[in-house]
């Protein structure tokens, strides 16, 4: 049996490829500026320059809609992280070098322009916003690459995770843009979502060149990740409620995470149609087909119970405005 590539052997294998990828990406991605986004008319100071400071009142946007801005956000603070994660594990030489920085400057604009709306509008409280920022960025971002065991090759467990990762956060920033209810922050979040589009392509070719070069050992990789997979944003203050409210309204559920990044992603580099894989991934491709007939079962239950769980909150409002009404 052939003995896996090591790190170095596999990015000098795929430098070409990357190249080309960032080529690509370069004459696809266009041109735009955070402050084209951003409705500066609604500013104003705040009392340390003699205005009035953040009140619940002046903020436009439903419990939904704050706890899916702030999750986004953080995640997208919390960039000198997942910089550093690729930077270690893909090359500073070459197209590699090329791309991690082109792909940073890049990501950089979405929290600007995100914090930017949110303080300008008032749509969430900005010293919370920063406590949490602080937080977040302080714990930094822990990837499961971190925990591999000595000498295996990193560069195939981040090209493989920021594949999913960036194609969630492009399904997260597009719903959360339709509960803003706001059509300035739709088109803001629809513009940051095309922009993760473009760096999920570059990451699946890129780990789609790996499965070509070297099956089991890419499958290895996508199939720990999946089975482990978590959004960026773990770790952040009010990770768990925020997530369950954007789970439960649509912004991003377990059906979402399947049908919309899972599978279709699978289904580009053919991972259940190949005839490339030895013994070793056959076996990885039965682990993995186990794992995602779970995750469908999984998604039925969740769907139940958050079915269930809105129906008694919808009788529960029902009640409280009888009750209201009675008096
Ligand atoms: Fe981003
Ligand atoms: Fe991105």
Known sequence: MARDLTQLELLTELEPVAEQNVNRH???AKEWHPHDYVPWDDGRNFAALGGV??????????EVAKAAMITNLLTEDNLPSYHREIAENFSQDG?????VGRWTAEENRHGIVMRDYLVVTRGVDPVALEQARMVHMTN???SPADQLPEGQAGFLYSVAYVTFQELATRVSHRNTGKVCNDPIADRMLQRVAADENLHMIFYRN?????????????????NLILQNFQMPGAGMPNFRRNGVLMAKH???????????VVNPVLKKWRIFERDDFTARGEQTREQLGLYLEKLSKDVVKFEEQRDRMLAREALKRERELAGSSAR
Do not use: K, N
């Open 53 to 62: 400071d953040w009140d619940p009142a002046q903020s436009q946007l439903s």
């Open 250 to 260: 649509g912004i991003y559920d377990l059906r979402q995470h399947l049908e919309e």
């Open 95 to 99: 197209a590699w070098g090329t791309w």
């Open 206 to 222: 890129m780990c789609g060149a790996a499965l070509d070069l070297v099956p089991d050992q890419a499958l290895d990789a996508i």
């Open 26 to 28: 370069l004459s696809l």
């Open 140 to 142: 930094g971002f822990a």
